[in-house]
């Protein structure tokens, strides 16, 4: 049985010496007393090599800071009622808020999470519910962004609630002078 590895080493090494004695006949090695700057015994092997270009690392672009205040419920607007006093339908109610923020050019872009539950009251019945909420941008007295938005649930037939969840991207807020302040309420 023959060494499936001896014919292939046979042909490196006939190979081999063959090709380095034509390149030196060829006047591609170097001589002794003259070397060229970068070349070694083998440089003109496979024919001078262009010297490799300087890598250049990019710096990363400085990173602007972001005005990204907390997002607050705005006082009486945590929870909305629909019905009248004495026969509730259903109760809506805001329980956390998020939001992450991104330079765009001198403004700020926001996108605002909101999560809540919707409970059917006395004069509730399950299925679909929804609830106007707003979303709102102000530095100082003056308002400089708004977004309208609805929570929408469907409560199950065999359910009391059922939570709701809102994302709202993209809300552009102008640059100005002056802390920004971000809250979220039901209309009502």
């Known amino acids: 049985m023959r060494n499936k ?13 063959v090709s380095l004695a034509l390149t030196a006949c060829m006047g591609g090695g170097a001589s002794q007393g003259q070397s060229p700057s970068g070349s070694g015994m083998f440089s003109g092997l496979f024919g001078a090599a262009p010297a490799p270009a300087p890598v250049v690392a990019a710096a990363p672009a400085p990173v602007a800071e972001v005005e990204c205040p907390q997002v607050e419920i705005r006082e009486g607007g945590a929870n909305l009622r629909q019905g009248d006093a004495k026969a509730v339908k259903t109760q809506f109610t805001i329980k956390n808020v998020a939001r992450e923020c991104a330079a765009a050019g001198d403004s700020v872009v926001f996108k605002v999470g909101i999560e809540g539950l919707a409970l059917i009251g006395t004069a509730g019945k399950p299925g679909p519910a929804s609830a106007p ?13 708004t977004r309208a938005t609805t929570a929408k649930v469907i409560i199950p037939a065999d359910e009391e609630q059922a939570q709701f969840r809102i994302i709202e991207d993209g ?11 971000v809250t979220v309420g039901f209309k009502g």
């Open 5 to 17: 590895w001896i014919e292939p080493v046979r042909a490196v090494c006939v190979v081999l010496p």
């Open 133 to 145: 909420v707003t979303i709102t941008f102000t530095r100082g007295d003056k308002i400089v962004a």
């Open 171 to 181: 809300i552009k807020v102008p640059p100005g002078i002056g802390d920004l302040a």
